[in-house]
């Protein structure tokens, strides 16, 4: 595999406030990392630095090799789907003109296949097609989120960033929203980075988990690295429940010797 995403001694502070000092990561191709750690930790930091929406005081972002400094902002900002908690759609826009505004500036000409991209994903999020003409304002939290996701998606993107995308949504929908995007990640393989404050869900959604604490790595490890070899105190509290309780399925387990607590 090949890396797609590298941070290079990365030091960034807010003010006095020294968020990371000296960050470093590297993420391989198809990779859907998970990143969760303490509040303040500088996760959304780090995901906001990969596609420019924060510059670091020090170090470099490289993507495919290549530094995003040198990069035109826009054209990185194209490979790159961004979807957050809150009000990141275009408020004046309806749905449709949400998910097919970057889909529009890739194929101008083609106002068809643009049309069919918006009905496909709505469809892949669980939107019903009747909310195509609302306004952001007209709908509910966990449907904004799925507008925001189907429009990150619609852009065909290599990279991925989601940040902590399903906090907004009942347990059921963020079950199903968890499976569409498995899906989704095994069609396409692009790069995910996830952040979450959810052990559970980073551990079922990571192919690696990244535990982060005062914007340095704890570990960087897949799920099975995490239950069975915590390499930090810190981590080692994270997945200590998850370990007894151990309802990750067993490709991901890996030999699970605490398994004789996991009778449910
Ligand atoms: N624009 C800013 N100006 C000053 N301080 C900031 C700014 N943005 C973030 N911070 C501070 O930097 C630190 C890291 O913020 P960041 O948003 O990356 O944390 P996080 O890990 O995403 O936290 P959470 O889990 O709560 O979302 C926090 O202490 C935050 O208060
Ligand atoms: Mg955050």
């Known amino acids: 595999m090949s890396t797609e995403i590298e941070f290079k001694h990365i030091r960034k502070s807010y003010g006095d406030k020294v968020i990371m000092e000296d960050f470093n990561l590297r993420v391989e191709k198809g990779e859907f990392v998970t990143i969760i750690g303490s509040s303040g930790c500088g996760k959304t930091t780090a995901l906001k630095m990969v596609n420019g929406l924060i ?11 290549e530094n995003i400094r040198s990069k ?16 990141v759609l275009f408020p004046h826009m309806t749905v449709e003109q949400n998910i097919s ?17 918006v009905e496909k ?6 939107l019903d ?28 993107p290599e990279i991925l960033l989601m ?39 980073a551990l079922k959604l990571g ?24 390499a930090t105190p810190f981590v080692e509290r994270l997945v200590e429940k998850e370990r007894r309780t151990c309802r990750l399925p067993e490709e ?7 398994s004789g607590a996991a009778e449910a």
């Open 207 to 230: 192919t690696k988990v990244l535990v982060m604490d005062h914007g340095e790595v704890q570990q960087y490890d897949t799920p099975t690295g995490l239950l069975h070899h915590p």
């Open 163 to 201: 940040d902590e995308p399903f906090g907004a949504v009942d347990e059921i929908t963020r079950g199903q929203l968890q499976e569409e995007l498995l899906r989704i990640y095994h069609q396409t393989r692009i790069t995910v980075l996830f952040v979450t404050h959810d052990i559970g869900e």
């Open 55 to 65: 510059q670091p005081d020090g170090g470099d972002i490289l993507i495919e090799g």
């Open 129 to 156: 097609e009747e909310l195509k003409e609302r306004y952001p304002g007209e709908l509910s939290g966990g449907q904004q989120q799925r507008v925001g996701i189907a429009r990150a998606l619609a852009a065909s």
């Open 252 to 258: 991901k387990l890996g030999e699970c010797e605490f």
């Open 121 to 126: 994903w709505m469809k892949i999020v669980g």
């Open 101 to 117: 505004y970057v889909p529009n500036l890739l194929n101008r000409r083609d106002r068809a296949k643009t049309k069919a991209a």
């Open 72 to 87: 035109d902002q826009t054209q990185l900002r194209r490979n790159i789907g961004y979807a957050i908690q809150g009000s």
